[in-house]
């Protein structure tokens, strides 16, 4: 398949996506990915596209469900920008998928399925959580509701962005380690000083916001630390 029968293709299997499975509107379907509420009109109507094509590779398809996921949750977050150039990369990345032999794919289908369902899982926990919040009316339950909705989120974002990588067979580099080093140094100021022993309280719901506080600054630096550790380690072997 050329590049423009995929694009065309994939182009209306994420604009069908959207519509049917994560009801966004076939307008902001459109105005994401570039083309008129007529054209995707089109997509939803079967009239363009080789979807069924698609649909009968379980690798290519799970590709095409990560950049809806993504784009459906970019929409509902309210952003009002084209999609069209990260499509076009996706359209790229699938060619050369296509091109390749089975035993070369990073991930097998199984565990594929099992990251996209962690992804919607995760999704589905920080609309829970923010909904919850905003019915709550103890500022504390909400902060802690909302964080716990940021949470999620994130950890969204991060399987999100893993399994486009790892699917797109481009292994990350890190370059530029004078930004991990300044990073690590602001990391290790927050993290001296314990505001679960700072600020006394006996109120729950204080002592757990406080400790997820601590805990996330530990994280961040045993997380830098670490990175650090193992960059350097690799720079010096090579």
């Known amino acids: 398949m050329k590049f ?3 694009l065309t293709a994939v182009r209306s299997a ?8 994560h009801n966004i509107r076939p ?4 105005r994401a990915l570039g083309v008129s509420p007529a054209t995707v009109t089109q997509y939803l109507k079967g009239r363009t596209g080789k979807v069924e094509h698609l649909r009968r590779d379980p690798a290519l398809w799970s590709r095409i469900e990560v950049f809806s996921e993504e784009v459906a949750k970019g929409i509902r977050f309210g952003l009002t920008r084209s999609w069209s150039g990260e ?4 359209v790229m990345d699938l060619l050369r998928e296509m091109k390749a032999s089975p035993h070369q794919r990073p991930l097998e289908d199984s565990v594929r399925f099992r990251v996209l369902k962690r992804i919607e899982l995760e ?4 609309a829970k959580a923010l909904e919850l919040a ?3 009316d103890d500022p504390l339950l909400s902060m802690l509701l909302r964080q716990i909705a940021s949470d999620s989120m994130r950890h969204a974002d991060i399987l999100t ?6 699917e797109g067979g481009t292994p990350s ?5 004078g930004v991990l080093r300044e990073m690590l140094a602001f990391e290790e100021q927050a993290e001296s000083e314990n505001l679960s022993e700072l600020i006394r309280s006996d109120d729950p719901l204080v002592k757990a916001l406080l400790m997820s506080v601590d805990l996330d600054e530990r994280k961040h630096e045993a997380l830098l630390r670490e990175l650090m550790e193992a960059l350097t380690g690799k720079r010096g072997t090579g």
């Open 4 to 6: 423009e029968e995929l």
């Open 14 to 21: 994420v604009a069908t996506t959207l519509v049917r499975q």
């Open 27 to 30: 307008s902001d379907a459109a």
């Open 87 to 90: 499509l076009e990369e996706l």
């Open 123 to 126: 999704e589905r926990s920080a």
């Open 134 to 136: 905003s019915k709550s």
């Open 161 to 166: 962005t893993l399994l486009r990588t790892l």
């Open 173 to 177: 580099q890190v370059r530029d380690y």
